[in-house]
Structure formats: C-alpha cells, structure tokens
C-alpha cells in the first residue's frame, strides 16, 4: 500500500480512483464530476439565454428548448450542485471532526459511483432520441403526455442517482455521530460539520419521498400502472406533493451546507471567532425542521383552500427568522474583526446582500394571495436563482479557492480568482437582478420565445448580457485552476493563516490517514486555541499506535454499472426483444457483486507505527 | 479486540453486535436507514389512502369486496411469530450458542417462506376472480405498490437472512459477522411492523369499508 | 459500552450473571408476543364482529400503534441505552411520514 500517488503512471492512478474509498479521493471524483456537470448545465444555460436574447429567436426551436430548460434544472439541481457540495463534505467533514476516515468507506464509493452512472444516463438521452422536457419538477399529467424516452431517462436516472445520495447522506450522519475525535463534542463541531449533520438528515427523510414519486411515475409510464391516470381513478395532485416533500427540503440540503461553508470563511478572514455559535446552530436545526413544514407553497394556485394554503404560507414565513439569526450572526462575525479581503472573503461578502434579496423575495411568494400574481413569472425565476447561484454557487466558488490547498496541496491564484468574482458577481446581478422586473411586467416562465413591442426585449438582452460575463467567469476559473496545477506549488498545513478548526492542523493535502493520532478537541476552533497558546499544532489524545484502514474495491463501480445496464433494459423492455434480457442482466451483475462483497471476507489492513514513525517528524508522546 | 479474532465463549461480550467501531457504525447507520424507510412507506400508505377505491367502472372490485379475515389473520400470526423467533436467535447470539441461533433463524426463514406463499396465492386470487389487477385502476395500482414494495422487502430479508446463515454455518460467530445478524434481525421486525400496519391499514380498515 | 458494568474481571460469572439476564430478558420477549398476538386477535375480532366503522377504525389504528411500541422497544431493544440516535431518526421520519398521510388525507382530493 503505497503512500506517494507522484511516481504513479496514469493507469494506476485511473485504477486507483475507480477502486478508492478513500474520502480525499471520493472528493475530488465528486468535484470532478460535479464540476463537469456544472459546466454542462452551464451551457445548458446559455443556449436559453441566446436563445431569449431576441424576441421571436429561432436558434433553438420549442421543442429542443423544453429539453434544454429541463435539463439545465434538473442536472443543476442533482448533477451539479449536491455532488459538488458532497465534494466539500467529504473532504472536509472528517478532517474537521478529527476522523480517520468516514463511517462506511465502501458506501462512500458506492454512493458516488451510483451519482455517476445515473448522471451518465440522464444525459445519454442526447444522444439517444431527446432527452426530457416536462420541466426538471416533471409534473405528472405533462411527464405522462411526453413522448418518446426523454422522461424515462430522467426517471431512471434520478432513481440511481437518488440512491447514491441517500447513502451517502447516512454515511455523513453515522460519521458525524461515531466518529469524532475525543473531545469533539456536539457544541464543538464547526459549523459546515453542522450543516453537513442537518443536510444529510434532510436528504434522508426527503430522498424516499422523491423515491416513491419517482417509482410511481415509473410504473406509470413503463408499467401501465394508473397511479395518475385520472380516468382510470388516479390523481395528479400526488405527484405534485411527493415531488415537493422532497424538493422543499432539498432547496435547504443544497443551502444549508452553503451556509456552513461561509460559516467557516467568514471567522478564519475575520480573525474572530463566530459569533453567536449556538445560535447559528439552533438556526441551523429550526430551518431543517421548518422545511419539511412548508412543500405546499410550492402549489399555492393549484387549489389546495385557503386553509391549507394559510398554513403553509405562515410556516414558510417562519423561516426567514433563523434565515435572518444567520445573517445578523455572519454580520456580527465581521463587525470589529481584522477582515482579510481574499477571494473567499469576497464571495462571502457578496453573498450576504444577495442571499438577503433572495430571501426577501422568497418571503414576498409564500403571501400565498400575491402568490397568484408571482406565480410561473420570471419573478420566480429571478428568487430561486437568487438562492441557489447567490447562495450556493457562491459558496462553491468560495468553499473552491478556499480549500483547494487542503485537497490539492496548492493554492489557487488570488488575482485570477478575484477577477472570476468580480465577473460573475456583476454578470449574476446583470443577469437575474431584471427578471424580477420581468416577472412582474407580465413575462412567463418557461416560454421558448417571445413577441416583440411587450416592452421585454431590452431587459431580456440585458439579461443575456450577464449570462456572458458568468460564461467569461467559469472559464477564468478554468484557466486559474489549470495554471495552478501546472505550478503545484507546495503549501503548508496552514495556507490561509489563519485556520481555526482541525482540517488546517494536518499537511495539505492530507496523508490518507488524516491523523497519526487522534488530536484532543479542548474548544470551539480547536486549533485556534492552541495557536493562541503558542502552540505549533495539536496535542494528540493517543499514543502512536497501528492504524486500521479499509481495502480499496471496485466492487461500487460493479454495483453501479449493473443498475446503469438494468436501467436501460427497463426503459426498452416494451420496444425491443433485448430490453428484459438487458434488464435481467443488469440486475444479475447489481446483486451478484453484492453478494460477492457480502460473501467475501474483507477485514482491511493495518499500518504500523514503525511506518507511521519514519517520516520527518517523530510522533508526540501523548 | 479485533473483528477477525477467533471467539470463545469467554471472551465473548455482552454486546457484540457493538463491541468494534464497523458494528457501532453499522447499528447507528442502519436504524437511520429504517428512519428513511419509514418515510418511504408513509409516503406509500399515503398514496395507498388516497388512492383507495378509486376506480375507473363501478364494476370494479373495491377493498371491502376483497379483502377476507382468515387469510390477512393467517399471514399476520406467520409474520409475527417469525418476528419473535428472530428474538430467539438473537437471544442465542448474545449467548455464544451459535447452533441454536441458526436453528431459530431457520425457522424464521420458514415462517417468513410461508408468508410470501399466501401472498402470491392472495395476489392470484385477486387477479384471476376480482379482476382486480395492477393495471386495472388506480386503486389496483396502489395496493399492489404498498402490498408488494413490503413484499418485496419479505423476499430481500429473507435472501439476506439465508446468505447470512450459509456464509457463517462454518465459521461460527465472531465479532465480524455479529452485528450483520443483529441488523438483519432488526430489519426483520420493521418488516413486521410495516406489516402491523398493512393489516390494520389496509386489510382490516379496507373490510369495515 | 453498555452492560459493560457487569464485569467482574471472572469470565465464568459474568457469562453466567449475562445468560441468566439474557434468559429473563427473553422471558419479556415472550410475555410482550403473547400481548401483541392478544392484541392482533381483539382487531380481527373486532372487524369481524361487523360493529361501526367509526369505533372499530379508530380502536384498531390504536392497537396497531401499542403493537409496533411493542415491537420496537421490546423485539428491536429500543428500550436499551445507546438508542439516542436511533430513536431521534426513527420519530424525525415518523413525523415526517405522518405529515405526508395527512396531508394525502386532506389536500389531494377535494
């Protein structure tokens, strides 16, 4: 078991990312991944704001900007936002809380693999006869009515996909709860921690809502079952409620975790510790819990009563008081601090007055009466992309340059990296800032085009105008991080210098053991507190002793791939002969890996302490 | 004390499903599982609740027409007695007497064996003399969905049971394998409880109408 | 570690200490089956007696709540130390479920 990945040719290191458990290593494939994803989506993106740039355009017709508007939701959404997300936790998670490695190791891989392939196959459906366009929330009475295969790909797809992100959430809450270092209490945990504690309880109780939505439609669609077939007894309205019960809370398992990544950049930038910690915990939890009360908000117009509305629109207008707790605590954090203005800083910075405008709009849509008005408009377009760019692709951006050091072991250019935020904070605004006005001038969404003399062609070219500048952006950011690799200058444990929790008290990137020995947590911001002592690094709470570590396994990739062959079959089973045989197939490589991994004995290995030993520095006697 | 050790009975502890840290993970890790599982029926109950008797003809068959005590009465004493001779075995693990454990999963695995044969005779039943199918309304649709998705878990529980048994009949208990017995145990009875609720739910609220 | 505390440091009375709890414990295990199959017949008793819908579904709903009690803090031993989390998870999704059968009860037809 080699330690130096450097001499390796490429085929060993492909094998060794197709067979890792390593959660440094499952990060990067899901930052890989996910930021390929991003990239798509992202043109996805463009190709509609060209194609609205001009009224009556005819550069994508109706019919292919459905599949683009759908695809750019749903592949934003689950392809490019959660992994990249579940990229940081996994990177960061464990160092923070001064594990070894994540509860489930081989789950982690699984987890990712089964993301991939399903991510794969939704947007095979390019190639293979369009791909689907009933909108990425795929309401029932549209999906059923969608010719063609493109819906059943998005079906299929999120089903895997769906199941990765389950695993992966308990793998999270298990590690969270077992696997802290001694001393790291609950009330100790960092924030992002936190957040990743809240985010992966979400993801638990809302992916099977999204689950069973999902099957239903499947049935429905392949099946011939009649779950909303309204002639034969169903009833669309369930479709809409699965659907929400599960995308509410997911708006918080993508926000949330973006919270805590600014939670972390906002005290080390500030040099003062977070203020008001417990309470930006207690937000935390409240707005978890709040978020499985309010779904319904998303179905104000469809005629639910005003009874039922009532009651949503009051709980959704409970969450902007922990929403609000957060901003003033963030404010609080910077207020007489010594602000280092970096790149991370920057978006953190920006993403208090966005997010803030996004939550206010958000609490203007949940008056369920004004709803009416707002509802299907470019208003709504305008709030949600507020929150989810201005909330969670800042902190992606930020959370990028800001522990790219402690994945990769070098630091991203601060020059290059300011002039990404200053193009995308300025092309965002630009962008999203008028569809507000759009939205209230009378702009529908999802409409592929537009007529002229409606007075919406200068704010829609403006609009298009923003899109550019965050193209020009992501590019610069390509650019940075190329360079940067090429560079590989080496960093120390600590880059930033001014690091607070564990992950910066170990080198960059990390050895796969994280630590020789487990560090003792005396506090919130464990490192900070023995740098104000004068101390180098952390004090361990353990001799120097063997390391336990799991064997690596491309038995996750197995398992993935079968689901990914059955998933095909399932969908052709009725058009072709080879569809059940390929179904069955399929089936047969999921389960048989499965039972080889449960058959077969796999106790992992041990690192000794004499190899642990003859690195640089001897280990500390605890 | 390392998971592959050779146990005796001495050394056995009092909790060995917990004793490592893969079983403390794999305990905590899997009730969080059956916390997700329970949202996963809810939502298929709900679906169940609002879907019921609603169908396309009043010709078709609803869920008082169907439904009959003897055989909902005989499939739930099957499943629960199932439910506490899983107890047995677990009783028989904490005790280090690895033959017994086998022998009430065994019997386990039967009565769970018998289970699934009454609901393939009672899906039958309702296919060929009510007409009442998957694809005949959506009512059909639901009761097939939340009825079959339970025993679909039936059928993973008892292959998982089954592996379990056939992989360890030779090596015997140890601090590897306890907590996989434990978590399949557990699985067992939320399968059990899903089903108090299905009998409850659907069978004996379906015949009041 | 729980039921740790009963070690002696004498292997042969600690097992016989643990069999012997072990052995009590399994006699609960019997006594709560016994009342879950009571209960499961008085439900079918109940239903098959023809009385109102209106006593009979709300009766049987609260037996089948008291069995699953049963079932989880007896059979799948929720009623031992160490089950914070598992009971936190377990009741968080029972909330959630119980919200999502409201809600179909209520807001779907109507």
Request: hydrophobic letters at 50%; proline letters at 4%; a neutral charge.
């Amino acid at each position: 078991m080699s330690t130096n990945a450097q001499k390796k040719g490429f085929g060993a290191t492909l094998w060794d990312f197709l067979t890792t458990v390593d959660h440094k290593k499952i990060a990067i494939l899901y930052m890989i991944a996910g930021g390929f994803f991003f990239l798509v989506g992202g043109l996805e993106a463009m190709f509609i704001r060209i194609q609205l740039a001009v009224p009556n355009n005819d550069f994508v017709g109706a019919g292919l900007y459905n599949e683009i508007l759908t695809m750019h939701g749903t592949t934003m959404i689950f392809l490019a936002a959660m992994p990249l997300l579940f990229g940081f936790m996994n990177a960061v998670m464990p160092l923070q809380i001064g594990a070894r490695d994540v509860a489930f190791p081989f789950v982690n891989a699984l987890g990712f693999w089964l993301f991939f392939f399903g991510g794969v196959f939704l947007n095979l459906s390019w190639f293979l006869g369009g791909a689907p366009d009933a909108g990425w929330t795929s309401y029932a009475s549209l999906s059923l009515a969608s010719e063609g295969h493109g819906v059943d790909f998005y079906l299929l797809g999120l089903q895997i996909s769906g199941a990765g992100t389950l695993m992966g959430g308990i793998n999270f809450l298990v590690t969270i709860i077992n696997m802290r270092a001694p001393g790291m209490t609950y009330m100790r945990m960092p924030l992002f921690t936190w957040t990743t504690f809240v985010a992966s309880a979400l993801i638990l109780f809302a992916f099977p809502a999204l689950t069973v939505g999902i099957f239903l439609l499947m049935f429905d669609r392949l099946f011939g079952s009649n779950f909303f077939v309204t002639a034969a007894g169903g009833n669309t309205v369930i479709w809409e409620h699965l659907f929400w019960i599960f995308g509410h809370p997911e708006v918080y398992i993508l926000v949330l975790p973006a919270f805590g990544i600014f939670s972390e950049i906002i005290p080390v930038f500030s040099r003062k510790r977070l203020f008001g910690y417990s309470s930006m915990v207690f937000a935390t939890v409240l707005i978890g819990f709040l978020g499985f009360m309010v779904w319904a908000h998303h179905m104000f117009t469809v005629g639910l009563g005003p009874i039922a509305n009532a009651i949503f629109a009051v709980a959704t207008m409970a969450i902007a008081v922990p929403t609000g707790i957060k901003i003033f605590n963030w404010l609080f954090t910077m207020w007489g601090g010594s602000i280092k203005f970096t790149t991370p800083m920057h978006y953190a910075v920006a993403f208090i007055p966005t997010f803030l405008l996004g939550g206010v709009t958000g609490v203007m849509l949940a008056a369920a009466a004004a709803d009416y008005q707002y509802h299907d408009t470019y208003f709504v377009v305008a709030h949600f992309h507020y929150v989810i760019v201005g909330g969670v692709v800042f902190a992606v951006l930020a959370g990028t340059q800001f522990y790219w050091p402690k994945m990769f072991g070098t630091m991203l250019n601060e020059a290059l990296g300011k002039i990404t935020f200053w193009l995308f904070f300025i092309g965002f605004h630009l962008t999203f800032f008028i569809q507000h006005f759009l939205g209230l001038w009378g702009m529908p969404r999802r409409v592929f085009t537009f007529i002229e003399g409606q007075g919406f062609e200068t704010a829609n070219l403006v609009s298009t105008i923003g899109a550019f500048f965050m193209a020009v952006a992501t590019v610069v950011l390509l650019i940075n991080i190329i360079i940067t690799s090429i560079k590989n200058e080496k960093v120390g444990n600590d880059p930033w210098g001014d690091g607070r929790t564990l992950e910066w008290a170990i080198p960059s990137p990390p050895p796969f053991y994280n630590f020789k020995q487990l560090p003792l947590v005396r506090g919130l911001d464990p490192l900070w507190i023995e740098k104000m002592e004068g101390k180098k690094g952390m004090t361990p709470a353990e001799p120097l002793g063997d390391i336990h570590m799991p064997n690596n396994s491309f038995t996750p990739f197995v398992i993935s791939f079968g689901l990914f062959v059955a998933a095909f079959g399932a969908m052709y089973r009725l058009d072709y002969n080879w569809g059940l045989p390929v179904l069955i197939l399929g089936m047969a490589i999921t389960f048989g890996s499965m039972f080889y991994r449960s058959v077969k004995d796999d106790h992992g290995f041990h690192i000794h302490k004499e190899e642990l030993t003859d690195d640089n520095d001897k280990g500390v006697k605890a | 004390m390392h998971a592959e050790e050779k146990m005796t009975l001495e050394k056995w502890p009092a909790a060995p499903e917990k004793q490592t840290l893969e079983g403390k993970n794999k305990f905590v890790g899997f009730w969080l599982f059956l916390g997700g599982e329970t949202v996963l029926f809810a939502s298929l109950f709900a679906t169940y609740l609002a879907l019921k008797d609603k169908v396309p003809n009043p010709e078709h068959a609803l869920a008082k027409d169907l439904f009959e005590i003897p055989l909902a009465f005989l499939m739930t004493m099957l499943l629960l007695t199932s439910s506490l001779t899983s107890v047995y075995a677990m009783y028989h693990m904490k005790n280090f007497e690895f033959k017994k454990m086998q022998l009430w999963l065994g019997i386990t695995v039967l009565l769970g064996l018998g289970f699934l044969g009454c609901e393939i005779y009672e899906f039958n039943h309702y296919v060929h003399e009510y007409h009442h199918t998957f694809t005949s309304s959506a009512f059909g649709s639901a009761f097939y969905t939340l009825v079959g998705f339970h025993g679909g878990h039936v059928v993973f529980g008892l292959s998982w049971i089954i592996l379990l048994m056939a992989r360890n009949a030779k090596r015997g208990l140890s601090l590897y394998n306890a907590p996989k017995f434990y978590l399949a145990s557990l699985y067992w009875h939320f399968i059990d409880v899903v089903w108090v609720f299905i009998f409850s739910v659907v069978y004996l609220m379906g015949m009041v109408g | 570690m729980e039921n740790n505390q009963t070690n002696t440091g004498n292997p042969s009375v600690d097992i016989t200490y643990r069999r012997k709890r072990n052995a009590e414990e399994m006699r609960h295990q019997v006594i709560s089956f016994a009342l879950m199959i009571f209960f499961t017949v008085v439900a079918f008793v109940a239903v098959g007696s023809g009385m109102s819908g209106w006593f009979t579904v709300p009766f049987i709903l609260l037996l089948a709540a008291v069995q699953v009690v049963f079932q989880l803090y007896y059979f799948m031993h929720m009623s031992h130390k160490g089950h914070e989390a598992p009971a936190l998870f377990l009741y968080s999704g029972l909330l959630v479920g119980l919200i999502t059968i409201l809600t179909f009860l209520t807001i779907v037809w109507w």
